[in-house]
């Protein structure tokens, strides 16, 4: 089955203290990216990535770190988690930047 | 910096009716649009793309329309069941970009 699979579903952590929100996808897409989704906000992009080792930052980067080593991963890494983090986040994978985009199902991620 | 409205933000019908959803962009300059439904812990799930050549594009009682000159466009749901209770995004990628920009939603309760 065509998906792409984010963990965890949910995190509580402490600011300050790293964390890393996985992302894999099983359709071979070039294309990857992160949002976060907050109330009246939307979902803003907060880094994508064409292909392997090419990443790029989206509308709201800071305080994110990506990295894309193989083509099927994409890890979302929170070096130093603070509570304006707290967010919905969403993986997402396309053949192209503009193309059908499939979404993970989110992760909840609540910092204290 | 492209802008994407959805109005209403919430809406409550009866079984039956058939309803539209709208959406509105400020920069007429898009690539395609893309409507997604949003499930609560389920993440998003593509519904309908449009390419800015296209006037519209129809998936079963799922219709949606693109009037890129006027920056609008409609997703029409035919004959709404409870199942179709959710909330519907979309989003419009840019000719010159690399993300889609979302807009906030219209949550959509149908009742039985």
């Known amino acids: 089955e065509a998906q792409v699979t984010q963990n965890p579903r949910y995190l509580i952590t402490v600011t300050g203290k790293k964390l890393t929100v996985t992302c894999s996808q099983n359709m071979n897409h070039e294309y990857m990216s992160w949002y976060r989704q907050d109330p009246g906000l939307g979902l803003r992009q907060i880094y994508y990535?064409?292909?392997?080792?090419?990443?790029d930052k989206g509308d709201v980067p800071e305080g994110y770190k990506v990295s894309r080593k193989e083509k099927r991963n994409f890890p979302l890494i929170l070096e130093s988690p603070s509570p304006n983090q707290t967010s919905l986040y969403f993986c997402?994978?396309?053949?192209?930047?503009?193309?059908?985009?499939?979404f993970g199902q989110g992760t909840r991620l609540t910092v204290v | 910096k492209q802008e994407v409205t959805q109005i209403p933000a919430a809406l409550s019908v009866p079984e039956g009716e058939n309803l539209v959803l709208n959406c509105s962009f400020t920069d007429s300059a898009i690539y395609n649009l893309q409507w997604f439904r949003q499930d609560p812990g389920k993440g998003l799930t593509s519904l309908l793309l449009i390419q800015s050549s296209q006037r519209e594009q129809t998936s079963g009682r799922l219709n949606a329309s693109l009037d890129k000159s006027s920056g609008r466009s409609t997703l029409y749901i035919a004959a709404s069941q409870p199942g179709d209770s959710a909330t519907y995004l979309c989003a419009v990628y840019p000719d010159t970009g690399n993300q889609f920009y979302f807009g906030t939603g219209t949550s959509l309760t149908v009742i039985p």
């Open positions: 990535s064409m292909n392997v080792e090419v990443t």
């Open positions: 997402a994978s396309s053949f192209l930047g503009a193309t059908e985009a499939f």
